[in-house]
Structure formats: C-alpha cells, structure tokens
C-alpha cells in the first residue's frame, strides 16, 4: 500500500515533527539554524530521548545512502515500537546533505549540529546499530557520547 501524504505527515507528527517543522528544516541555510528546529521535536517528545546511532552515507555501512537509511529508520521503529521516545534525525538529512553540497557552510555537521544538541543533555541513551564502527560520524558519537558518560547501547 502506497502512504499517502496525509499518513506521511501523521507519521512525521508522531515523531514529534510538525509540518512547520519540516519548512524550516528545508529553507535552513545553516547547521546552526537546524539546533532550534531539533530542540523544539525533542522538546515534544519528552523525557527520556534516545538517539540512534549509525552509517548513513555511503562511506560506511552498506555503501550505499538509500540502505543505510531505510536500516536506520528500521532501527528507529523497532525501538518506538517497544514505546521508547526516539529523536529520528533523518528527516534533517536532505538539508544536511544539500548545505554540505553548497560549500558554502563552513560549519561542520558534527560540530555544529550534533555535539550543542548532546552537550544539552536532552538524549538520555544513545543506541549504535550493528556496523557503526565503519561510520566517521557514528565513531564520532561513540567518542563524544563516552566523554560526556551518556548510556551507551549496543543493537
């Protein structure tokens, strides 16, 4: 059964996405300006948040963007599906990918985006899908997520 765009956006509202949410996220021309958009589906989600961790280009994993993140949405759904509140990130990814194109962000992605939103404290488990260790970015959250002593789960 093909989702129509009203169940497509029932979907993104139970993850705590609005559909102003979504504008935003798609006319952001900074990193920077992608913060505010999370804290505010975190917010709505409610405490406890867990964030998943894992290969999403095509550096790692499968080698492969579209694999990668139809794994890393199904991870996001196994975890929901046991009632835990998970921030699913992937629907920044297309301006993360589009700002990175640009050349225009001097920022980085990691720096800029991730690490003001997991030095805030708002994840309270971080959650690595099997194959994590052939991502830079993945391995990047390892590291940050253990210097800041945030729970660590292995999937």
């Not at 979907?11 to 021309?29: F, H, P, S, V």
């Not at 046991?82 to 050349?103: C, D, M, Y």
């Not at 997991?118 to 991502?135: A, D, M, N, R, T």
Request: glycine residues 8%; proline residues 5%; hydrophobic residues 40%.
């Amino acid at each position: 059964m093909k989702k129509t765009k009203e169940i497509q956006k029932m979907e993104k509202r139970q993850n705590g996405y609005t559909d102003d949410d979504l504008l935003a996220i798609k006319n952001a021309q900074t990193f920077e300006e992608l913060c505010p958009i999370a804290f505010g589906v975190i917010k709505r989600l409610g405490p406890p948040v867990g964030f998943v961790c894992g290969p999403i280009s095509a550096a790692g994993g499968t080698k492969s963007v579209e694999k990668n993140m139809q794994i890393f949405q199904s991870h996001i759904e196994f975890l929901e599906n046991r009632g835990l509140k998970i921030f699913n990130q992937l629907p920044f990814e297309q301006t993360v990918w589009r700002l990175t194109a640009s050349g225009k962000n001097e920022g980085n992605i990691l720096e800029n985006f991730y690490l003001p939103l997991f030095k805030s404290g708002v994840f309270h488990i971080f959650y690595f899908i099997p194959g994590w260790e052939s991502s830079f970015g993945a391995s990047w959250e390892f590291r940050k997520a253990q210097k800041l002593e945030l729970t660590i789960i292995h999937l």
